[in-house]
Nanobody
Framework: QVQLVESGGGLVQPGGSLRLSCAASGYTVSTYCMGWFRQAPGKEREGVAYITTLGTTRYADSVKGRFTISRSNAKNTLHLQMNSLKPEDTAMYYC?????????????????WGQGTQVTVSS
């Protein structure tokens, strides 16, 4: 069955970096739209970034220029490199996969979700 497992979260100081990973099983990540989402306490889950089957990427304005989404096809994993982290980036981060012919930042475009990994940015 399809499973997504995130890792790499933790506590980091403002301005620091973290690299999140999403290990996929039951399917090949390069054949799905893959996205990263985040949800802070009391907030709606929001799209952070996605990558299409062809490698096209899109980012939320709040993370553009700081975050990079990528795939490691040989390892069947998805990554999110997060640089210049800010306290407002603090959230639970989720990996998601969608069997769509297109990708989007909306949660409705995704069929499968990971359990989440916590990212806390604080001094």
């Amino acid at each position: 069955q399809v499973q997504l497992v995130e890792s790499g979260g933790g506590l980091v100081q403002p301005g620091g970096s973290l690299r999140l990973s999403c290990a996929a099983s039951g399917y090949t990540v390069s054949t799905y739209c893959m996205g990263w989402f985040r949800q802070a306490p009391g907030k709606e889950r929001e799209g952070v970034a996605y990558i299409t089957t062809l490698g096209t990427t899109r980012y939320a304005d709040s993370v553009k220029g700081r975050f990079t989404i990528s795939r490691s096809n040989a390892k069947n994993t998805l990554h999110l490199q997060m640089n210049s982290l800010k306290p407002e980036d603090t959230a639970m981060y989720y990996c998601a996969a969608g069997s769509q012919s297109y990708c989007a930042l909306g949660i409705g475009s995704y069929n499968y979700w990971g359990q989440g990994t916590q990212v806390t940015v604080s001094s």
